[in-house]
Every structure is written in structure tokens, then in C-alpha cells.
């Protein structure tokens, strides 16, 4: 052979080879990159199954208190209404902020429940109490498991050279859920 058609060969093979690999970065960025996302999505539909919980048990928790604590109407409404936004909420950002603002009029409920020692001491207020912290525990620990998991993503879409494949696919960052800013002040109990 001649030497002019091995060295096109040799650049022919190098190109191929050039090709190939990065063919298999791009494919196994983006495909990281898919899997990763779902790993929020999944997470985040942790995060609602816990949050449904909560949900569902709200209203017979307001009952219980209700019968014991009539005069304190504004708590109520204001659990009533922070309820049925989260039911309205759509996006995950309308969830997380709808979600916040529940937490903290359930938070001004059991403040009430503090002032009522006949209703602490009731059976069913006791049970709900119970299922409802629980509850608050099992939420903590799938939002603390979400944000794990958007950390990731995000750090694998901000870094060099996914960040390149990311914007070539339009992969979008996934938003943390941030705690309430009322969250970071104890509540206050009198007696």
C-alpha cells in the first residue's frame, strides 16, 4: 500500500474512533441525565404520598380540637383555607409553598391544643396527634431525601461538560423545598 492511503486510513480510523466516543459521553450524559431527573420525579412523588397523608388527616384532627376549642374559628379558617390550597396547587413550587403555609397554621393549631389539657388528654386528639407526628416525620425525611437527590442533579447539570449536554437537551433545574420562613423561629407556648 501506499503510504498516502495509510495515513487516510489512520485518519479515517481516528475520526471513527473520535466518533464513537463521543457518541458514548454524549449517550451516557444524557442518559445519566434522564435518570437522574426521574430520580426527582420519584422522589418529589415520595414527598406527595407523605403530604397526601397529612392531607387526609387534617380535617379529624380540626373536628377533634373543634369540639373541645369552638371559639378559636380564625385557627380553623386558617387551616381550612391552607388545606384547600394545597388541594389547588398544581406545579411543585405552588406545592411547596401551599405546603409551607399548612404547616405553619397546623403549627398555630397545636398551639391552641396547648391551652385545652382536657383535650390532651383525649383519646382520639392523642391517636390523631400521634399519626399526624408521625406523619411530620415521614415528610421530613422524604423532603430531606428530595433535596439529596436535586443536589445531585443540579450539581451534574452545572458541571463541566455535562452542563454542555444538559443545555443541548434543555434539562432545567430542579427547585429545592425551602422550609417556611416562620419555620425558623420556635413557636411560642403560654399556659
Known sequence: MKRGTLILLAILAVVVITAFSIYGFVKSTY?????????????????????????????????????????????????????????????????????????????????????????????????????LAGTENRIAVERKRYNEIVQTFNIMLRTFPKNIIANMFGFQRAEFFEAPGEAKKAPQVKF
Do not use: C
Request: glycine residues 6%; proline residues 2%; negative net charge.
Open 31 to 131: 442518559n445519566g441525565m434522564v435518570a437522574a431527573d426521574e430520580g426527582v420525579k420519584g422522589a418529589w412523588a415520595q414527598v406527595e404520598n407523605q403530604l397526601q397523608r397529612r392531607f387526609d388527616l387534617i380535617p379529624n384532627l380540626v373536628e377533634t380540637v373543634k369540639g373541645y376549642a369552638a371559639h378559636e374559628q380564625k385557627v380553623f379558617i386558617d387551616v381550612t383555607e391552607a388545606r384547600a390550597k394545597v388541594g389547588g396547587a398544581s406545579s411543585v413550587k405552588d406545592k411547596m409553598g401551599a405546603e409551607n403555609e399548612l404547616t405553619s397554621s397546623l403549627s398555630r393549631l397545636l398551639l391552641v391544643v396547648e391551652n385545652y389539657p382536657q383535650l390532651k388528654a383525649d383519646q382520639n386528639f392523642i391517636r390523631l396527634q400521634d399519626e
